[in-house]
């Protein structure tokens, strides 16, 4: 693209330094899917240890709620944060969520259990901000998707199974309850402390050098190191903030509205999908959460990164998964629960998760969030998407289980449907094709002075 000075960067091969950084990113978003699920994993032990014979809705609520509004709080705040730098800030993040994660070991009561899950939540939310923005501003353009999507949308479900198998193992092993609990939702910190010197090690993206931090020369340095070739970095972007903001608004927001609706299917229908099917099947829930991450989740997720979400594109990946879930949860609501035959429900509720992965890797993964803002807004943009998920999950985890009671399982599966169904629409009517083009070029973001020799 003519003035596009970040061309070197676009069209490098994908390279060892991508699977590095998808390493380096996307631990965070492992994190992300190991503390959100261990803790349901281990809630009955926990209130054993606490003595509390069952949570009232309040303490349900906060309990459940608390990470996800530590998630909207910590996006918003390092959004604004990244506007200053991107490694600036990055591994403070995994620190917060390290801290937060590991302190849960020691708590005496629910009460303070709760607030450590608010603060692994504000790690996490910051993560979802830094992260993809780092990962996508460091990508090429024709792999961009591949490297969001196996960051992210493939290391949220890698969290979650490595949950279920620590706390299967400690079964196993024998491990008293009041231990095993704090061991599994202290082992939340372990990639997230691991992983902070790597991220401390990561280049502030050229991007962000060359528009906001108005440092062309080490912007170039960034380009030569990445991609091999010599390339002189544009110029800094010095429109107002509110400017750009209010060209681009529109598409921010649509993503985060999407993002609001893939969560407010997501969450409900992986919350209470599984208790309606395993117990019929003679399975406990952590043994079939675990057969359908292996089974359904965790391929198509990988399958869908590396084939198709660049080479079909995220609008046809997002608005035909919603359809096709769509369709299969009116299908799991007409056999009302477990029916007769426990297997084809089995398999139904796996192939929902199957196409649920399109949407995951697109809206899920913030893709939208970080490719539809140019680099002057990209991490406040990225955080009112964020923002837009997490308020869809502490939606879905409040409103389901109430209309569940008072409507029946095979009427609240058709909301669901309807919910999917909207998703599709308002995908195919909100948001442009992003896949295989510049981030420059999505978002019109070639200035005056591009091509000009750097200050």
């Not at 600036?88 to 994660?101: E, N, P, Q």
């Not at 353009?141 to 949950?163: H, I, K, Q, S, Y």
């Not at 609990?181 to 997230?192: C, E, H, K, Q, T």
Request: include cysteine; proline fraction near 4%.
């Amino acid at each position: 693209m003519a003035g596009n000075d970040f061309t070197a960067i676009d069209e490098q091969p994908f390279q060892r330094f991508h699977w590095r950084a998808i390493v380096t990113t996307g631990l965070g978003v492992f994190c992300d899917g190991y503390d959100l699920s261990s803790v349901a994993l281990v809630l009955p032990l926990v209130l054993t240890s606490f003595g509390v014979q069952s949570l009232s809705s309040y303490e349900s609520g906060l309990l459940a709620s608390s990470a996800l509004v530590g998630a909207a709080l910590g996006a918003i705040v390092f959004g604004f944060l990244g506007q200053r730098g991107r490694k600036r800030f990055y591994g403070l993040d995994v620190f917060i969520l390290g801290v937060g994660a590991l302190a849960q070991a020691f708590m005496p009561n629910l009460a303070w259990l709760i607030v450590c899950r608010f603060i692994l939540g504000f790690g996490i939310g910051a993560d979802y901000v830094l992260s993809p923005v780092i990962m996508a501003e460091h990508s090429n353009r024709r792999d961009r998707g591949r490297a969001l999507g196996l960051g992210f949308g493939t290391m949220w479900p890698l969290g979650a199974v490595a949950a279920l198998i620590l706390n299967l193992a400690l079964d196993r092993a024998g491990v008293s309850h009041d231990l095993q609990w704090r061991i599994v939702l202290a082992a939340g910190a372990v990639p997230a402390l691991a992983v902070l010197y790597f991220r401390r090690k990561m280049p502030e993206t050229a991007r962000y050098l060359a528009r906001l931090g108005s440092d062309q020369a080490e912007a170039s340095r960034v380009i030569k190191e990445i991609s091999g070739k010599e390339q002189v970095a544009p110029r800094a972007d010095q429109r107002a903030f509110s400017e750009v903001f209010a060209t681009h608004a529109r598409r921010i927001f649509a993503a985060a509205l999407l993002w609001m609706v893939f969560d407010l299917v997501v969450y409900a229908a992986v919350l209470f999908g599984p208790s309606l099917i395993a117990q019929g099947m003679g399975l406990t829930p952590v043994k079939f959460s675990l057969l359908i991450n292996f089974i359904f989740v965790l391929p198509a997720s990988i399958l869908m990164s590396w084939f198709v979400i660049d080479h079909v594109g995220r609008k046809p990946l997002q608005v035909w998964g919603f359809v096709a879930s769509s369709a299969l949860l009116v299908v799991f609501a007409g056999m009302g629960g477990p029916g007769t035959s426990t297997v084809l429900a089995f398999a139904v509720f796996g192939l929902f998760n199957v196409t649920m992965s399109g949407p995951g890797l697109v809206s899920g993964a913030g893709v939208f969030g970080v490719e539809l803002a140019p680099t002057r807004i990209r991490t406040v943009a990225q955080s009112i998407t964020v923002a837009g998920g997490r308020i869809g999950a502490a939606i879905s985890g409040f409103a389901f289980p109430l209309m569940f009671g008072k409507i029946g399982e095979a009427a609240a599966m058709l909301v669901l449907a309807g919910l999917a169904f909207l998703g599709a629409i308002l995908t195919y009517l909100l948001v442009p094709e992003t896949s295989r083009r510049s981030l420059e070029e999505i978002n019109l973001e070639v200035l005056p002075d591009d091509g000009a020799p750097g200050a």
